[in-house]
C-alpha cells in the first residue's frame, strides 16, 4: 500500500511538471505573438508618420524643403524626369547624368510640372492615410461624369516597398462631344492614360526616395 502511494505521488509530481512546462510554452509563446504584433503597429505608426512628413513638404511648395526628401546627387535614371532646358541638360551631361541640388534648386518649377506635385498634394487629400494602420493599400478615383479622363490615386505597402501612385485614365462612361482630325474620341485611352509611380524604401523608422517611374 505504502509503495503504491509513492508511485502515485511520483506520477502527480511528473504529471504537474509536464503541465507547468506546457504552460511556460504557451504562455511564451503568447508573450511573442504579442510583442510581434505591437512591433508591427509600432512600424506601421512611423510608416503613417513619415507619409504624413511627405504630405507636409510636398503641400508647402517650398523647393527647399522637398529638396530635403532626396540624397543628391541623384541618377537622372531614377529621377525619371525630361526637362526641355539647356542648360539643366547641358549640367545634367557635365555631372555623368545625376541632378545635384542646385540644380533641383533652380529648375524647381519645371520639375515639380513634370514630377506632377500638384497631383501628389491630391492623392494626400483623397486618401486618409491613417488607415494605413490596417491596410496595405489605399486607392480613390476621382471620376467626374462630364470628363473624359480622370484622376486615380494610390498607396500599396508591400514588404520594405511603399509606392504612391498618380495618373490618369479613361471615363468609360463619357459621350465624347469632339474628335480630333484623327477621329480620336476625347477619351481614348491614348490621351487619358498615364501614371507616374514614386518608390520609397522603409526601414521601420524612416522612408528613403528610391525612384520615379511611369508609363503613358
Known sequence: MRQSLIL????????????NGKTNVLTNTTLNQQGDTISTKSERQNLIKELKRLQAAFASNNKEKIADLFSFPI????FGIYIDDSTFNEQLDNNGNKVTRPMFIRSYPVIAESLQINQLNQLFKKLNLDNLLHKDSLEYEAIIK???CYYFYGINV??????????????????????????IPENDSSICEHVLWWKFTFDGKKLHFKEISGAG
Request: glycine share 4%.
Open 8 to 19: 502515485l505521488t511520483l506520477f502527480g509530481l511528473l504529471l504537474s511538471c509536464n503541465n
Open 75 to 78: 541618377s537622372n535614371e531614377a
Open 146 to 148: 462630364v470628363e473624359p
Open 158 to 183: 508591400e514588404n520594405d516597398l511603399v509606392t504612391l501612385t498618380v495618373g490618369t485614365n479613361s471615363n468609360k462612361d463619357y459621350k465624347s462631344k469632339n474628335v480630333s482630325e484623327d477621329e
